[in-house]
């Protein structure tokens, strides 16, 4: 599998940042779709069609690292890893098809997919306590410094 995919696009340089790569692997990148769908990948070997879209959309698209790194993971870790089905819907996720390019806004999926973030809460945790109207981006939840200070 070429970097260009079978339209043989040259013009774009791939990153090779190992921090962004882990963290969007381990389900650690601040995007609360994004994280919950690889935790699930990492702990059960599943993800759902529209999990594997956002997640592959966000990697290839929004952090710049290339899609055969998304794909060969994939491979490792899908308990229903199809050849065809996963490397054909990474090249087509990250535009190298040279047709239309779906760059998904993760934010817009979480709300429509995730309105209550029973999903998101389910698989981070950490956001237990975050308000539902802020759980999609808990970053603007506002901090509280300690009594105090």
Not at 13 to 22: C, G, H, K, P
Not at 62 to 77: H, N, P, V, Y
């Amino acid at each position: 599998f070429f970097p260009g995919g079978p339209a043989g696009l040259t013009s774009v340089a791939w990153s090779a940042d190992s921090e962004l790569w882990d963290r969007w692997a381990q389900g650690q990148t601040g995007l609360p779709l994004v994280d919950a769908n690889m935790r699930e990948l990492q702990q059960t070997g599943w993800m759902s069609n529209r999990g594997r879209q956002n997640v592959a959309s966000y990697l290839a698209l929004d952090l710049g690292i290339d899609w055969r790194r998304g794909a060969s993971l994939f491979e490792q870790l899908l308990l229903d890893y199809d050849v065809a089905s996963n490397w054909g819907n990474w090249v087509a996720a990250a535009g190298m098809t040279g047709g239309r390019i779906n760059h998904f806004n993760i934010t817009k999926q979480s709300k429509d997919y995730d309105p209550d973030g029973h999903y998101i809460r389910h698989w981070l945790p950490e956001l237990q306590n975050v308000p539902t109207s802020r759980i999609h981006e808990p970053w603007w939840v506002p901090v509280t410094p300690p009594s105090g200070c």
